[in-house]
């Protein structure tokens, strides 16, 4: 099994599940074969397990993987259809979660937000304040700010001061990680996403629970339009509602 050399690519997990496929499509991967664990491919292939684990759950959610608890991942007995499918097609179960991953955010993050505005304290403010200000830069340079992304997310959450939300957020960005290389990959997604970005510090620092609810459902909204073309205005959160 020597196709698994380390990759190059923007959608890392695209990359990963063709690679499998194109493995299992030439025989050197059979129906049974135990792929090595997510660690080893991980690897061996140089992207994160994250990346390895998102290529899994599509090839899975179309009949081509089966994982096993305590077992690992097999190669399942796939139809000729599916194997000749276009990755295409794989990938809309992906946009599928992405959709589901966009709604669960609207359901919490706002809260999240508002929750941030009254307990906030200066320190996680500067802190904040900080990572837009990396976010921005690195913006301005043409590059894909994912991790300061994940930082200003993760750090509204920490502003709470509820470690229950914590947890929620931390299972909740388990997924998402798979997903930023899909928001933030064009210069006009990751300035979009620095001027929601900067306009839910702005009510933080105001201590304005309702605005910085609304910023961040807008924001969420906004990105999710750009990511899937959606012609759609945002409108007031109570009008969502």
Do not use: C
Not at 102 to 120: G, K, T, V
Not at 132 to 157: C, S, Y
């Amino acid at each position: 099994m020597d196709g698994f050399t380390p990759i190059q690519s923007q959608r890392l997990y695209q990359e990963i599940a063709e690679r499998i496929l194109e493995m299992i499509r030439t025989g050197r991967l059979k129906p049974g074969d135990l792929l090595p664990s997510e660690r080893e491919l991980a690897q061996r292939m140089n992207v994160s397990r994250v990346s390895v684990r998102d290529a899994i759950r599509v090839l899975e959610a179309r009949g081509i993987l089966e994982v096993r608890q305590g077992e690992g991942t097999r190669v399942r007995t796939p139809d000729a259809a599916t194997l000749v499918a276009p990755l295409g097609t794989l990938l809309e179960v992906r946009r599928e979660l992405v959709r589901h991953l966009f709604d669960l955010r609207r359901m919490i993050e706002p809260q999240f937000a508002a929750e941030a505005a009254r307990r906030i304290t200066p320190a996680h403010l500067e802190r904040l304040q900080e990572v837009v200000a990396r976010q921005a830069a690195r913006t301005a340079r043409g590059e894909f700010p994912i991790e300061e992304d994940e930082a200003f997310h993760r750090g509204i959450v920490e502003a709470t001061g509820n470690p229950v939300a914590l947890e929620v957020h931390a299972i909740l960005a388990e997924y998402l990680r798979g997903g930023r290389d899909l928001t933030l990959q064009t210069p006009e997604r990751a300035a979009r996403s620095l001027e929601g970005h900067r306009a839910i510090l702005k009510a933080l620092a105001a201590r304005d629970p309702a605005a910085a609810r609304e910023g961040m459902w807008r924001h969420i909204h906004e990105v999710e339009a750009l990511l899937f073309g959606s012609g759609q205005t945002p409108t007031e959160r109570g009008d969502a509602e």
